[in-house]
């Protein structure tokens, strides 16, 4: 008797999520392995750092979501590295994994090009506790300022600067603003919110740089109506406790700043440079792993990668961009390979859909690109809130952000300001 194939998946992201569920109806075992046992909704992460969402309106258990896929079962587990000559993949805690065929979508890191030691004083934004940790330390600021009575001292704790001026920077410093212009506004006694500066500095010549010039000026001018102050060909040469410098032209500023934000430059994962050392294959610059036009790693047909760790530069000049929709039709594209395999049916080149780039400013203020149909401001807000309420994987999370986003319209309330502490005192009680 023949042993049903077995197909392991590292990566509970959109990539790795949209393999195993297309595979429900295959003839085939699938393991699905990630070190965290929810799916994360990334995109709005970022709302989760400013208090606008909590970090269970963004998650979904992915036991839950893949509970009546009787061919799934879900690993809590890291990775360490793969054996492809005995297909074999080694876990951290010693455990040894067989496979047929593994999907590898476990994304990227950051990258701070070569000053990793800034990563403690400028977090990013990748996990749940990188939105905590945000959230935490820019609350912090209005509260440490509120009682400073140095007059400098109280301006570099109301300055937050964002390094980076993609979606997710862009983002970042947009609802920053509106923080400290709506939110907390009437919060605080002896200082004006209203007054704090917030600093986005890109090191390319315009914000987001991956969208059509047009765009990009539109989305610099919403900028500058929220009172973020854009600095573009500048980039950052150091990064101290109390201070930031830049450098633009040649001409080097430093700039008293409490709170960075980090959020340019991406790096493969610790599994992609697994994957090289296994197989032979190539990394790009940043880390992701060069894959053959059907997602494989050269040599080794049954080694997928895809997402953000895949580079995938068979479509155009450039390596499709890190989106969620790449990952997603990356994942579905995977499950009907390997399903046309087993059936000994040819596999196509995969080929991405590109349905246009949405990225939001603030309040009411997006642009689209949508196949060279171009608009920015309500139109592509609405249609920015619908897309991403439905790329939410449970209904009941919907529910939820839609609740949450139409209480923060009407009020312009942020309702997750929480403050938490990094280290719990080993001796604390409940008072």
């Known amino acids: 008797m023949t042993q049903t194939p077995h197909v392991v998946i590292v990566g509970g992201g959109f990539g790795g999520l949209n393999a ?7 003839r085939v075992r699938v393991t699905l392995i990630d070190r965290r046992n929810v799916h994360l909704f990334q995109p709005l992460l970022y709302q989760v750092a400013t208090g606008g969402l909590s970090p269970g309106d963004i998650v979904s258990p992915l ?39 593994i999907v590898v979508a476990t994304g990227v890191g950051n990258h701070y090009f070569g000053h990793d030691e800034w990563e403690e004083r ?20 209005f509260e440490a300022a509120e009682r400073e009575t140095d007059r400098e001292a109280r ?44 600093l986005l500095v890109e090191g390319l010549d315009r914000v987001l740089p991956d969208y059509p010039a047009s765009l990009s000026e539109k989305c610099m001018r919403s900028l500058e109506r929220l009172g973020v102050t854009v600095r573009t060909g500048t980039i950052v040469t150091e990064v101290a406790d109390e201070w930031v410098e830049i450098e633009n032209g040649g001409r080097t500023d430093r700039i008293p700043a409490r709170t960075v ?80 395999r087993l059936r000994g049916k040819p596999v196509e080149p995969f080929r991405y859909r590109d349905r246009g780039q949405l990225a939001t400013i603030g309040r009411a203020a997006a642009v689209a690109d949508l196949k060279g149909f171009r ?9 920015w809130l619908f897309v991403h309420l439905m790329y939410l994987v449970e209904f009941q999370n919907r529910i939820l952000v839609l609740i949450q986003w139409a209480w923060l319209y009407f009020t312009r309330n942020r309702g997750a300001r929480i403050i938490t502490e990094m280290h719990a005192p080993a001796d604390s009680t409940d008072s």
Request: proline residues 5%; charged residues 25%.
């Open 20 to 26: 195993a569920l297309r595979l429900r109806r295959a």
């Open 63 to 101: 036991r839950w979501i893949l509970r009546r896929q009787r061919n799934t079962r879900v690993w809590l587990a890291d990775v360490s590295r793969l054996d492809p000559s005995a297909r074999t993949l080694h876990l951290a805690d010693g455990t040894a994994v067989g496979y047929d065929t």
């Open 122 to 141: 400028a977090p990013s934004l990748k996990t749940i506790e990188d939105a905590i940790e945000i959230r935490r330390r820019v609350l912090l600021a």
């Open 155 to 198: 301006k570099a704790l109301l300055t937050f600067l964002v390094v980076g001026a993609g979606p997710t920077g862009v983002e970042l410093a947009g609802t920053l603003s509106e923080l400290a212009r709506d939110t907390l506004r009437h919060d605080f006694r002896a200082i004006d919110t209203t007054a704090a500066q917030i």
């Open 261 to 340: 934000l980090w959020a340019a430059g991406v790096r493969g994962s610790r599994l992609g440079y697994a994957i090289v050392t296994a197989t032979g294959a190539e990394l790009d610059k940043v880390g992701r792993v060069i894959v053959e036009p059907d997602l494989t790693v050269p040599g080794h047909p049954e080694i997928f990668v895809i997402g953000d760790l895949a580079n995938f530069s068979h479509q155009g000049k450039e390596p499709l961009p890190g989106l969620a929709p790449v990952a997603m039709q990356q994942g579905r594209y995977v499950a009907k390979a390997i399903q046309k």
């Open 375 to 383: 608009f920015s401001g309500y139109p592509a807000w609405l249609l």
